[in-house]
């Protein structure tokens, strides 16, 4: 009988603490990518932001990065010419080489390197087939980087990286179209983070394939939204004409439009914050040092998680199709 009635006693804590479970605020995610992933010091850079925060990024790899000029002709994209491309080729060899290392080296610390394409051309009008052949492409390429190029030294490992372990894509400008969305659930990607909306927004799942947006936020002195992404930043505060950054404004607003999403999010529903950002320096790098600043302040927080796209995918888990 007493120990009936210490267990009846329990019941209302027990129930309690149930409650709270419950109500437990999800943790607040922040995604950072990188689209492009050329230059050897940002790699640095962003690999060192990394280490002092705790976060992990995503980098949207092109794949022409890791040709040397002399072997440009071994891409060729969808209606051009074999050796072209929107955005150059990879350097030297040892340029090459100092980036795949980099990009071994981010993959071993747990962050991810996902795909943008290879000659960064604007697919909207490219059939399934055409960005079939840009997604075979990109792997090939990966996959080959160290033998194209006649460097030594291919880590144990990295072959079945390229070919089983990049599952994530952004769509050069952001340009995407159904026949895209096509091919890419039939190269079997996990997601496609090429969307845009009006603020963070949970992302849906079609047709097996995950759908994530770069919100809008606010920003400036008149809180007008632009894409939080650092080349939408440069655009609307020059231009985008290189102008120095001399009295720190643009670098300023940058963080406070960042920071402001941050806090909309952290103080409210919680959905992940997603940022996209370039490995160029635009206005005197006041972005990046915006960007380091804001995860410098967010990314330690107890109850924030800074994670790649593939983590955030994996968490999300299956969902039905929207």
Request: charged share 25%; glycine share 10%.
């Given at each position: ?17 149930a409650m ?23 790699w640095k ?113 990295w072959r ?163």
């Amino acid at each position: 009988m007493l120990r009936l009635r210490s267990l009846l006693a329990s019941l209302p804590l027990l129930a309690t603490t149930a409650m709270a479970a419950d109500m437990a605020e999800p943790r607040q995610v922040v995604v950072i990518s990188f689209d492009g992933a050329q230059h050897v010091p940002q790699w640095k850079r962003s690999r060192t932001l990394a280490e002092r925060t705790g976060a992990r990024f995503t980098y949207f790899l092109s794949c022409v990065y890791l040709l040397a000029p002399e072997h440009r002709g071994l891409y060729q994209g969808p209606a051009h010419r074999a050796g072209r491309s929107n955005v150059g080729f990879g350097g030297s060899k040892a340029e090459v080489a100092e980036r795949l290392g980099e990009i071994w080296s981010a993959r071993q610390e747990g962050h991810e390197i996902a795909s943008h394409g290879c000659g960064h051309f604007d697919g909207k009008d490219w059939s399934a087939s055409d960005w079939a052949s840009e997604l075979a492409a990109f792997t090939r390429i990966v996959r080959d980087a160290y033998a194209i190029n006649g460097i030594d030294g291919e880590p144990e490992g990295w072959r079945r990286f390229a070919e089983s372990d990049i599952g994530g894509f952004r769509a050069p400008y952001l340009s995407t179209s159904e026949a895209l969305f096509e091919a890419l659930a039939d190269a079997d990607m996990a997601y496609d983070a090429s969307g845009v909306s009006k603020g963070p927004a949970k992302p849906a799942m079609r047709n097996g394939l995950r759908r994530f947006s770069l919100p809008m936020v606010p920003e400036g002195p008149a809180a007008r939204p632009v894409i939080a992404m650092d080349y939408n930043l440069f655009a609307r505060h020059s231009n985008a004409e290189e102008t120095e950054d001399r009295d720190g404004r643009f670098a300023e607003r940058a963080y406070r439009a960042f920071k402001a999403a941050f806090d909309e999010q952290h103080d409210g529903r919680r959905l992940p914050l997603q940022i996209g950002y370039h490995f160029t320096l635009m206005n005197g790098g006041a972005y990046w040092r915006a960007l380091e600043r804001f995860a410098e302040e967010v990314c330690v927080l107890p109850d924030v998680d800074c994670i790649s796209y593939d983590d955030l995918h994996r968490r999300l888990g299956a969902a039905a199709d929207g």
